[in-house]
């Protein structure tokens, strides 16, 4: 199984730059995913990273190292609104052979005035 | 609207009682999930369907809760003789590559 690793919870100032970091360990990856979540609503979907590496998608950026089991999602010009739980997720592959994606606990942010 | 759909939205149930709950995903997604989440915890995942089969099942998955997706469609998950500790927000998700999740199901057991 993973073992997903995300601080439990970050604060920020309205139009900064912030890196939420994860850590990972499976046995047969296939793809990260970042997603945001706002109090009592369902996740939704940010990006995807299969490949080491930055992508970029307006203010929020992904980055992928496999050989070290890490990921990062920087957000910038941060808005009130990015006020949220933003959860990683990785998708591994199971003995059955299916593909699941683990999610950690997710990582509050709280931005401030 | 063309999004993952759960059906009830909230449901509140006195112990020992059961219950039942349906997703319908996005129509051209095969592949449809089942997580449950707590307060302050990502979604756990309970089950996964390709098409019709279901094809994992969590470890953590007691016997008293099932699902099905009898023609590759909409899924039901039931949850048998319900404790408290089954309080949660049950989510369902459907994908191609990343998934799209539904509102989910809070689920009140008393």
């Known amino acids: 199984g993973q073992n997903i690793d995300q601080p439990t919870e970050m604060t920020a100032t309205e139009g900064a730059i912030v890196q939420i970091n994860c850590t990972y360990q499976?046995?047969?990856?296939?793809?990260l995913f970042w997603y945001q979540q706002h109090a009592g609503e369902a996740p939704t979907f940010l990006s995807y990273?299969?490949?080491?590496g930055l992508e970029e998608k307006g203010r929020f950026s992904s980055f992928l190292s496999r050989s070290k089991g890490y990921s990062y999602l920087l957000l910038k010009e941060l808005q009130m609104k990015d006020s949220a739980s933003y959860l990683c997720?990785?998708?591994?592959?199971?003995?059955?052979?299916?593909?699941?994606?683990?999610f950690g606990r997710g990582t509050s942010l709280i931005v401030h005035p | 609207d063309t999004g993952v759909s759960q059906d009830p939205r909230h449901k509140i149930t006195k112990r020992g009682q059961n219950v039942t709950f349906r997703c319908d995903p996005i129509?051209?997604?095969?592949?449809l999930y089942w997580y449950r989440q707590t307060l302050g915890q990502g979604p756990e995942f309970l089950t996964y369907f390709q098409n019709e089969a279901q094809l994992e099942k969590s470890r953590l998955l007691s016997d008293r809760f099932s699902a099905e997706r009898p023609k590759g469609s909409f899924s039901t998950l039931e949850i048998q003789r319900t404790e408290q500790g089954d309080s949660a927000m049950y989510l369902c998700?459907?994908?191609?590559?990343?998934?799209?999740f539904g509102p989910g199901t809070r689920l009140t057991v008393l």
């Open positions: 998700a459907s994908s191609l590559t990343e998934q799209f």
């Open positions: 997720a990785v998708r591994d592959r199971t003995a059955g052979g299916s593909y699941i994606p683990t």
């Open positions: 990273n299969v490949l080491d």
């Open positions: 499976t046995s047969g990856f296939n793809g």
């Open positions: 129509s051209e997604h095969n592949r």
